[in-house]
């Protein structure tokens, strides 16, 4: 502790970073980490695992057809009027007792909230901007879109088993972590034949890292992502990120829907525009942020873990889980600016994701990833009631487990029509969100 502040001092005395910021030490070159130039001058650390497998190539199942069509009208009040045209992936028919049916499925999404009603007008008129108020009720105004989207999305979804030779799943760590965090699973996918790759973003790990705050921003990360992608893509890719990793991954997915076969995404939040806090902790100074890093670390343990004992202290110093310098720690949290990240932009996704979330996640609350499983065309929300926001770290099993089950699933074939009883009445449900 009293060697962090004689350093923060330094820093505040000289002008300089008290962390040099430079890769860290590493004596693995070998068994399976690669270093890939980006740039001139910009090397990431990759771990790449190709397994020998028994099998080269399993011939692959027939899957199933997905076909989703959906129409998002954007109004100027900052509405989202989502409205679920055509059909699910696996339509599911079930009796409706009042006889009625169902056949679209509308969702109504509050933005920004609605500019209050007037006062009502005891006659009937229209005011110069068209609106129309009605006798003895409140005033409806005509609501102009701003912007109409119409998704018409036809996908077909097989099963993605690690003896499958086109089949690669790569893993994207968030601010301050490692390709470390990954351990557990890149193990077990490994051992299960699963090609992985899992890249250190610039500045964390054994990454090189630029002492300019622009080599941050996201629009800088996301074309490491881009490169990293093109390098070690198959045909079919799993994409799997957490926290600000899921960004990436969802930069991927609508840049290249034909590759990106299914994506998960692990406490990643709501799909909103990234926009940098103005208050906040990571505005200070570098050398103030080097002075209070012991006790940012111990709010990370506190935040970050279900439980903080001593197993939770030595995964954060075994996997690197907070060992950023100042400097890109400051830089990360200050460049996540991505203002096409809309709602719009994540409801364009036609890819199958599954959310995990934890719990007990104090950095991400559930309702954000409940948001994000309602914009998207086809979504599966898991909650893990022993975890928190490192939830891979915490519970691997679970975690693997859940992966393992959703890079099997491909949709049912549809059922062969069946003449229908006399008397007996179907609603069809196109249920595009699955939350458990």
Not at 244 to 263: I, M, N, R, W
Not at 362 to 387: S, Y
């Amino acid at each position: 502790m009293l060697t962090t502040l004689m350093d923060g001092l330094l820093c505040c005395l000289t002008g300089k970073s008290a962390n040099v910021v430079v890769p860290i030490e590493t004596s693995e070159p070998a068994d399976g980490y690669e270093f890939v130039e980006v740039k001139p001058g910009r090397v990431l650390r990759v771990r790449h695992i190709i397994p020998e497998r028994e099998v080269v190539d399993e011939p692959r199942g027939p899957g199933g057809t997905v076909h989703r069509k959906r129409k998002i009208t954007v109004y100027r009040n900052g509405q989202l009027l989502i409205e679920d045209l055509g059909d699910a992936a696996r339509q599911e028919l079930l009796h409706a007792q009042n006889g009625e049916t169902q056949p679209n499925c509308t969702v109504e999404v509050e933005l920004a909230d609605p500019p209050s009603n007037p006062t009502p007008t005891a006659d009937p008129k229209a005011d110069k901007t068209g609106s129309v108020v009605g006798t003895g009720g409140p005033r409806k105004r005509w609501r102009k879109p701003r912007r109409t989207v119409v998704i018409d999305s036809e996908r077909k979804i097989t099963s993605c088993k690690g003896t499958h030779a086109d089949v690669a799943v790569f893993f994207v760590h968030g601010v301050g972590g490692s390709l470390d965090i990954w351990g557990s699973q890149l193990d077990f996918f490994s051992r299960l034949g699963y090609e992985v790759i899992a890249p250190d973003l610039a500045g964390h790990g054994a990454s090189s890292a630029p002492q300019i705050a622009a080599a941050y921003t996201f629009y800088a990360l996301a074309e490491d992502m881009r490169s990293i992608f093109k390098r070690y893509a198959r045909k079919r890719n799993i994409l799997i990120g957490h926290s600000y990793g899921v960004s990436f991954c969802t930069f991927l997915a609508h840049e290249y829907p034909d590759q990106v076969h299914k994506v998960v995404m692990i406490n990643g939040g709501g799909p909103t525009a990234l926009e940098p806090s103005l208050c906040s902790i990571f505005n200070l100074p570098t050398c103030v942020l080097h002075c209070l890093s012991p006790c940012l670390a111990w709010s990370f343990l506190k935040a970050g873990f279900a439980r903080q004992g001593a197993k939770e202290k030595q995964l954060l110093k075994d996997n690197n889980a907070f060992n950023v310098s100042s400097f890109v720690l400051r830089a990360m949290m200050s460049g996540q600016y991505w203002p096409e990240g809309d709602e719009v932009y994540h409801a364009e996704i036609t890819v199958p994701i599954l959310l995990v979330h934890g719990m007990y996640d104090k950095f991400v609350p559930i309702e954000e990833d409940q948001r994000m499983a309602e914009i998207l065309l086809l979504a599966f929300l898991k909650i893990i009631n022993e975890g928190s926001h490192m939830v891979m770290m915490e519970c691997p099993e679970s975690v693997n487990t859940l992966l393992h089950e959703f890079f099997l699933w491909e949709p049912d074939s549809p059922p062969k029509s069946k003449p229908r009883q006399q008397g007996e009445v179907y609603c069809i449900v196109p249920g595009p969100v699955l939350i458990e």
